[in-house]
């Protein structure tokens, strides 16, 4: 059984702990600027249609009358520290998905703390009483259906599915629910006639892995009930970015490389503070009709370096062509391995390729010696030993 936690309105909520006078409030959370976005909504301002990842130009129509705050990072993490160690108490299999959503193996842990509703329980009020916040809990078969079942209840909900009702519950289940469905692949679906994970069951499996490709396996998998994920305990990071939403759209390649520059300062800063180094830079870039590019490049060295983090990233930006105006630029690294861990060097290929440029010196020699002469390769034979 896979347990996934999931905090309710974490940034909202947090601030309404910190600030009782917001309980009971529309409180939203993101960036003061009309082209930021929502990072997080009470549930208060939930009621009025504002969620996370809106415009915050929509929000402020949409609920006027609400308190807009900018996130305070540093507290949160304090937070999610907290619960990631209640998470750790319960079992050692925990994986971290964002700063407030995590997964909880619970296999074998029925001797020490009962069965999945005990500890959904336990944990819920032992996270109220040390954290003194709500949380979303589902217990599941599998990763899949359990982050489905945090979803159902909130907030402050509990839903547990019990392996022999798995296939009941997978069932009925709108295709719109399964993570990686968006607008465009939901309605690709329904014009094929899948509108329920049921649905997928009326399709030979050729023909659905010939028209939606490696997620048709997904699906067909998903529609009986098998994930194939595992919890993963990740006692690393796996990358490190900065970004920001610019405070208007340009083409401006002059002012996006200011934006590169500070970017690689800080995620070099980053970098060093976690003494990690990483494999692969990445740049992204969010155009004014919201449509996504990264660009990434593997360097032949790990780095912790900002200046080479730097001339990565610019040599991106310079090589990708602006024919739409940003929105957003960010620049990120990724493949992260802690300091300390070397490069095994190639040594058979570093002798192939000394060996190769013997090689070609023979052959330029053989030309030599037909032009020129035996003198000439005399004096290059003694020049090479």
Not at 331 to 339: C, W, Y
Request: glycine letters at 6%; charged letters at 25%.
């Amino acid at each position: 059984m896979i347990l996934h936690i999931d905090m309710d309105a974490f940034f909202a909520s947090v601030e309404q702990l910190d600030n009782p006078e917001l309980i009971g409030k529309c409180v939203i959370v993101g960036g003061m600027s009309n082209r930021s976005v929502v990072s997080a909504a009470s549930y208060e301002a939930r009621k009025f249609g504002v969620h996370s990842a809106m415009p915050m130009y929509k929000a402020r129509q949409m609920c006027p009358d609400a308190v807009f705050l900018p996130p305070r990072m540093k507290r949160y993490k304090e937070l999610s520290r907290q619960i990631m160690a209640i998470l750790k108490n319960l079992s050692p299999l925990v994986e971290p998905i964002s700063i407030d959503e995590a997964y909880v193996d619970l296999t074998g842990c029925e001797r020490l703390h009962g069965d999945p509703l005990t500890i959904s329980n336990k944990l819920k009020q032992e996270i109220r009483t040390k954290v003194h916040l709500n949380c979303s809990v589902g217990v599941a078969p599998n990763k899949f259906m359990a982050k489905i079942a945090s979803d159902m209840n909130k907030p402050d909900g509990l839903k547990i599915i019990m392996p022999e009702e798995a296939p009941e519950f997978i069932k009925s289940l709108p295709v719109s629910n399964v993570p990686g469905v968006g607008t465009k692949m939901k309605n690709q679906l329904h014009h094929l006639g899948i509108i329920i994970l049921n649905d997928v069951a009326n399709y030979p499996e050729g023909l659905l892995i010939k028209k939606l490709g490696k997620f048709g396996k997904r699906l067909i998998e998903l529609s009986a009930c098998i994930d194939r994920s595992c919890v993963v305990a990740e006692s690393c990071r796996r990358s490190v970015s900065c970004e920001e939403t610019l405070a208007y759209d340009t083409k401006d390649r002059n002012l996006l490389r200011k934006y590169v520059l500070r970017f690689s300062e800080a995620v070099g800063k980053e970098l060093r503070m976690l003494g990690m180094k990483a494999k692969t830079i990445h740049l992204k870039i969010k155009h004014a009709d919201f449509q996504q590019v990264t660009r990434g490049v593997t360097i032949e060295k790990q780095t912790q370096a900002s200046e080479i983090i730097f001339s990565e990233a610019i040599q991106l930006l310079n090589n990708y062509p602006l024919e739409k105006e940003v929105r957003l630029i960010g620049v990120g690294a990724s493949g992260l391995v802690p300091m300390g861990t070397y490069t095994q060097m190639d040594l058979f290929n570093e002798l192939k390729k000394r060996d190769d440029n013997w090689e070609r010196l023979d052959r330029v020699m053989d030309k030599i010696e037909k032009k020129y002469g035996n003198n000439i390769v005399r004096r290059a034979s003694l020049s090479k030993q």
